[in-house]
Every structure is written in structure tokens, then in C-alpha cells.
């Protein structure tokens, strides 16, 4: 994300859409910006917040705006009857996918939307190689 991209105004943060157009984060009470080494990522935000001049970023989000962040982005917690009902909306057979599961669960990784669509495109990506292979 660019620095063109983030606005700020006073107890409002604005962000640049797909779109071109500017739209209000909510759920949002408090910035702060701090840098303690030399970060492209931390230099690109103190562009963006250049009328702040500590060094720390601090953002404060609501626990609603969170999770729906997080459901925008598939990283929210499922049920592992969710993980395995995902998989076997895309055709995997329910003993396949209670297996998926138990990988997942002995992964470090926790079930969620994206850990199925991963599942899903590894398995897509396995057949491709076993259809070229024959």
C-alpha cells in the first residue's frame, strides 16, 4: 500500500478501494507511529502519517471491526465441521477431508477459509502433476 493510498484526518482514517475511491476505516480510535529501525514498510507509514512525529504505531480497532476484517481476509477461526464441509464443497470425499483436517490440527496452522482454499489448490495442483505424469 502506497502512501497516496491512507488519509488521515482528526479521529479518522481514510483508505484508498480498488476502486480509486477514498473510504472511511470504522471502528478505529486511536493512531499512533513509532519506528525502531529502518523498515521500508515503517517508513512508508511515517510518509503516510507525516504530520505525527513519534515513532511507534499503535491502532486501535474495534473487536467487531476486527473480525470482520478477518472474514474479509479468511484468516477467521472455523470449526473443524466447517474446514471439513468447505473441503467437501469442492468435491473432496468426507474421509479425505476429515484426514485434511487432522494434518491441519497437527500443523501449527488453525482451521479457517483460507487453510481450506490452500487444501483445495494443493490437491488441484497434485492431480495436474499425476495427469501429466501418466
Request: glycine share 2%.
Amino acid at each position: 500500500m502506497s502512501p497516496e493510498d491512507v488519509k488521515l484526518e482528526p479521529e479518522k482514517v481514510f483508505i484508498k478501494t480498488a476502486d480509486g475511491e477514498m473510504q472511511e476505516l470504522k471502528g478505529i480510535s486511536k493512531i499512533e507511529v513509532e519506528s525502531k529501525n529502518n523498515d521500508d514498510a515503517v517508513d512508508a507509514m511515517r510518509y503516510a502519517v507525516d504530520t505525527m512525529k513519534e515513532e511507534t504505531l499503535n491502532i486501535t480497532i474495534s473487536r467487531e471491526s476486527l473480525i470482520q476484517m478477518q472474514k474479509m481476509i479468511g484468516i477467521n477461526k472455523i470449526s473443524r465441521k466447517r474446514f471439513i464441509k468447505l473441503l467437501m464443497g469442492c468435491r473432496i470425499q468426507r474421509n479425505d477431508a476429515a484426514k485434511f483436517a487432522d494434518i491441519v490440527r497437527k500443523t501449527e496452522f488453525s482451521y479457517c477459509p483460507l487453510m481450506a482454499q490452500a487444501t483445495v489448490e494443493w490437491c488441484i495442483s497434485q492431480m495436474e502433476e499425476q495427469s501429466n505424469d501418466n
